[in-house]
């Protein structure tokens, strides 16, 4: 078993509700999510944040354009917010690189709500994100 929880989701060895992925990195929906979609975007390789490099955060954004897309056509959102943390400092809890892209709502605008509460299930959310 691959000892970071990220790297083993990319493994197939735990479950995760994969949204989106393509050649460099994969999307799957946040355990824990600040709104409906809240997904996060990580490197297929291992690396422990988006500043360890110069070239994760290239290898991560056509996934995250395209799922920030997906998340205002199939799940209604009107904006999205891009964040990453890089260092302990910052918040980050788990150390291979990730970007958080929050589908934002019309009702519940601006920074101080990003960190709001979800209201559908994760697998209503994927299963939306999944369809045609
Ligand atoms: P950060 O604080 O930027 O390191 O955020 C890590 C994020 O990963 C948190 O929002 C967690 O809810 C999320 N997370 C941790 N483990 C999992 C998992 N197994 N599947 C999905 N999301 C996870």
Request: glycine share 6%.
């Amino acid at each position: 078993m691959t000892e970071c929880v990220f790297c083993a989701i990319i493994a197939g060895e735990i479950p995760a509700k994969i949204v989106a992925s393509d050649d460099n990195a994969v999307a799957f929906l946040d355990l824990a999510p600040w709104q409906d979609g809240h997904s996060l975007v990580v490197p297929r390789r291992h690396i422990p944040d988006v500043l360890a490099d110069g070239e994760v955060l290239q290898e991560c954004s056509a996934l995250v354009a395209h799922l920030g897309q997906q998340l205002m056509t199939k799940l209604g959102a009107s904006a999205c917010n891009i964040v990453s943390n890089a260092g302990v400092d910052a918040g980050q809890e788990v150390f291979h690189a990730h970007i958080h892209v929050v589908p934002r709502y019309a009702d519940s605008p601006g920074l101080s709500n990003l960190k709001g509460e979800a209201s559908r299930s994760l697998e209503e959310v994927q299963e939306k994100l999944l369809s045609e």
